[in-house]
């Protein structure tokens, strides 16, 4: 059981590169959130989606894409990356009470 | 405006002693709050929560007490180990509404034997 899911774990990027993060779940979560991590700022809420097939914006969804095509995978595209877009990010599913998080994607955009 | 508040970004305590950490939130929607627990490289793993209908929820040596007067909550470790140093969000949310966490900042706790 693997739970949360998160590929790459590190990526470097060139200014104007895109990408895909994937999250994958083997937990039936019916909503998935991703969020970002900066020094100091904690836990920023990009994109989230309540089910297959819809995704809503969050907190900073500046410069993201996400799609849900499928229950099990929430995938997070930055189309053209910023040096403001390094980041952690992380992936989440909710269960009955709290989220499980994947171990992170550390993204640097030079 | 920071909906949830961690005001400490630091916290230093002698091992087998008391840690606090604090938390105080704006929004009189949220009903649900939880605690979550990162080490470094890893993603944030769920530690204890608390409704809005409790105002305190023991698990083990953490505690979590709600003020919802004060819209305050704080997580207590008793005692404290080398081991629990980390970095801890504390997040709330309207639960009920399925609103997503709101996180705070953080605290990074260090244990020091």
């Known amino acids: 059981n693997a739970g949360v899911t998160q590929t790459p774990k590190f990526r470097v990027l060139k200014t104007g590169q895109s990408m895909t993060l994937l999250c994958a779940q083997d937990m039936n979560h019916e909503y998935m959130y991703w969020y970002r991590q900066d020094p100091g700022m904690g836990l920023r809420l990009i994109h989230y989606s309540v089910g297959e097939g819809t995704t809503a914006k969050g907190e900073v969804p500046d410069g993201y894409n996400v799609s849900r095509l499928k229950k099990q995978n929430f995938l997070l595209g930055l189309e053209s990356a910023a040096p403001s877009q390094t980041s952690v990010y992380f992936c989440a599913g909710r269960s009955g009470d709290g989220y499980t998080f994947g171990s992170g994607t550390r993204l640097t955009v030079v | 405006d920071q909906q949830v508040k961690q005001n400490s970004p630091s916290l230093s305590v002698q091992e087998g002693r008391i840690s606090i950490l604090n938390c105080d939130y704006t929004n009189s929607m949220f009903d649900y709050f939880l605690w979550y627990k990162k080490y470094p490289a890893e993603g944030p793993t769920f530690l204890i929560s608390?409704?809005?209908?409790?105002d305190k929820n023991e698990d083990g040596r953490f505690t979590v007490f709600l003020n919802k007067s004060a819209k305050h909550l704080s997580l207590h470790i008793v005692p404290s180990q080398p081991g629990d140093s980390a970095v801890y969000f504390c997040a709330a949310s309207a639960w009920s509404g399925n609103t997503p966490l709101v996180f705070g900042k953080g605290t990074r706790l260090s244990v020091i034997a």
């Open positions: 608390i409704s809005s209908i409790k």
